[in-house]
């Protein structure tokens, strides 16, 4: 397979998923359930995890969004925010998506513009889709198998729309023989010949090599069709044209967007989307803790990041109005890495040193505790990615305290006896990552492990952390980072981290540079593997081999406390977007 690796995503959606974050733990309050503005009882807390809250068909009003933070993008191929992947949906189609459904369900593929979820050959190479009737665009042409499949090859156009994800490309032509379409000297810029179109309403797909996850990949936005003569490129992000049940009307950068009905959207054409708003708005504000007070007062619905609300805010929520919040997974898991280049990380006895020294409950307490920050994370595959085991422990993690004694042991295993020193990689601008990295210090000092903190700049991270030359060099022993999925599986998931094939110069994300063979081979077993649940367990045992050799303390499965007003309807948290509310399917009771 392909070793470039769309580390993006997993980066920036990490950074958005901390902009609010706060040091600090939870308060416990009552309920009183009622929107300051709006009135209405509020469903009650948890109410939109694994279910659905105030179910409803209603249609009209104004779903109104509210964010620290812009996308990265909103052009379909470029973006990799991943809110901003919930949000395309309400402009953008693809032949399969997430099923709209709470929880687990979600991780699930279900037909969009296709008829189904494709024709698949006996070798699993190959996909064929046809579309559905009634596809058009906002003007109202119908949308070909050739929109798709031009939306698709935007991707490999890297000098023009960098930024987005490279799966597609990495599934299709992982050798990177086509140079995308402006570059394309076929006269209809089609040139990819992984992709065929033999008719209007047929696409197939040929893939090198089987891949079970491909599905996945066709439901991201950078599958989503785009029209040649509406192609802006590197400015099509700022107006994109809808194949959605809302079309753009404004978007000011950094500022706030408005969407309205796309009047040209054929209702019979989409089982996924409700579409029940009149218009939808975000707002984007650059103060957490004003846009906390202003959703606890009904000003607007929901956080668009879905970030989690800061320590003030969560606080007066859960005491006053805690029948308005979720605490769901988020997806992410937050953790430390020892890159084996970094003596004495090359023997896993010290390794397995710190991960038994370590304060668990301690490292929890700083990204913000149970509520706020996350359940004790035992492995590398987080609840919400196929493959998860709740009942794998091997380090007893779950216990929340330091195995002193066993710390020892390990320290004399590995020829150390009376400790080592080393240092801490953490990124300056994320509070919660310093405040574990100080916990950890303090701790590792009980069996001799003495470590310096080394606060780098957050904004050079791939850079820093990720060339393997610069951290061997700069001594980082220990590296504190967090992770989520581009989709809910091993490959989307695990692989990236562990896979050495996947090890880059720059930009890296293998951390611990983690080259076993066994695991890579356990991985191309998984990929092939077209039932998921079967793959699954395939990745459970690459999970295993991963921890069990020591290269990660896994910290938290991260969770946080979102807000929801009293007004929306169909709520429900979805493990394809990272335990935010499934966007599409949203209404507002007025």
Known sequence: MATQRNSRRALAAGAALVVAALVGTTACGGGGGKDGKHGGKAPGFNAGIDKVASASDKKGGELRFIGTQDADSWDPQRGYYGFM?????FYTRTLVTPKAAPGKESRAVVPD????????????????????????????????SRHIKYG????????????????????LDPDKTYKGPYKDDSPDKLGLKAIETPDDKTIVFKLPKANGDFPQMLALPAAAPVRPDKDTAEK??????????????????????ELVRNEKWKRESDPVRKALPDKITVKLSTNADDMD??????DYDLDINATGMGSAGRQKALQSAKANVDNPQTGFIRYAVFPQTVAPFDNEHCRKAVIYAADHTSLQTARGGPDAGGDLATGMIPPSVEGYDPGYDPFRLKQGK?????????????????????????????????????????????????????????????????????????????IIMGWGADFPSGQGFLQPLTDGRFILDSGNNNYGEINDPAINKLYDQAIAETDPAKAGKIFQEANKKVTEGGWYLPFVFEK????????????????AYNGRYDYASLGVAK
């Open 85 to 89: 992947w919930d949000f395309a949906r």
């Open 152 to 171: 698709i090859e935007r991707t490999w156009a890297q000098d023009k729309i960098s930024g987005g994800p490279l799966w597609l490309m990495q599934a």
């Open 293 to 298: 007070n202003r959703l606890i007062a009904g």
């Open 236 to 257: 099509y992000g700022q107006k994109p044209f809808s194949s959605g049940p809302y079309r753009w009307v404004s978007y000011t950068p950094n500022k706030g967007l």
């Open 402 to 478: 330091p195995d002193l004694d066993k710390a020892k042991e390990e320290l004399k295993a590995c020829g150390k006896p009376e400790g080592f020193k080393t240092t801490i990689a953490v990124r300056n601008n994320k509070p919660p990552e310093i405040a574990t990295a100080e916990s950890l210090q303090a701790a590792l000092k009980k069996v001799g492990i003495q470590t310096d903190i080394d606060q780098y700049d957050g904004a050079q991270t791939t850079g820093i952390i990720g060339a393997p030359k610069n951290v061997k060099s700069k001594g980082y022993g220990i």
């Open 560 to 575: 946080n406390i979102i807000w929801r007003s009293s007004r929306l309807t169909n709520v429900y948290t979805s493990d």
């Open 113 to 144: 513009m296709a008829t189904d979820t494709g024709k698949v050959s006996a070798d699993k190479k190959t996909y064929t889709f046809t579309l559905r009737d009634g596809l058009t665009w906002e003007d109202g042409q119908p949308i070909t």
